[in-house]
């Protein structure tokens, strides 16, 4: 059964960051534009060319976009390139808006 999916790419579409299940998402929609920003600092840093957007696909389904794409999963997936900062927790926590600045500031911290 389809579901609807929270798409976060930077270098329009060149480069998915991340991609999450609208119903795991419990943080408002500025949360998820700063998490954008976030995420945009960590891997290209031009916020001209991050977007967030809202599509529908079925669990396992290929997410078309620049470096290898994403997968739609249950749970939140990230690129390899971010996996490997190992920022996962800091990701879900945004989203789940649980300590959500708190993860904000970690990932600004990241970046450094």
């Known amino acids: 059964m389809p579901g609807a999916y929270a798409i976060f ?3 329009f579409g060149g480069q998915l960051y991340a991609v999450v299940p609208v119903s795991s998402i419990r943080c408002d929609e500025a949360m998820l534009q ?3 920003a976030a995420l945009d600092r ?12 809202f599509e529908t696909f079925a669990p396992g389904d290929a997410i ?5 794409g994403a997968v739609a999963s249950p ?3 990230l690129h390899e390139a971010l996996r490997a900062r190992a920022i996962r927790s800091a ?9 959500a600045l708190r ?3 970690r990932l600004d ?3 450094r």
Not at 64 to 68: E, L, P, R, S, V
């Open 34 to 36: 700063a998490l954008l």
């Open 109 to 111: 911290a990241e970046r």
């Open 91 to 99: 990701v879900a926590a945004v989203v789940a808006d649980r300590g």
């Open 64 to 68: 078309a976009g620049g470096m290898g």
């Open 9 to 11: 790419e930077g270098d």
């Open 75 to 77: 749970t939140l997936w």
């Open 42 to 53: 960590l891997q290209r840093d031009d916020p001209s060319s991050a977007g967030l957007s």
């Open 103 to 105: 993860a904000l500031a």
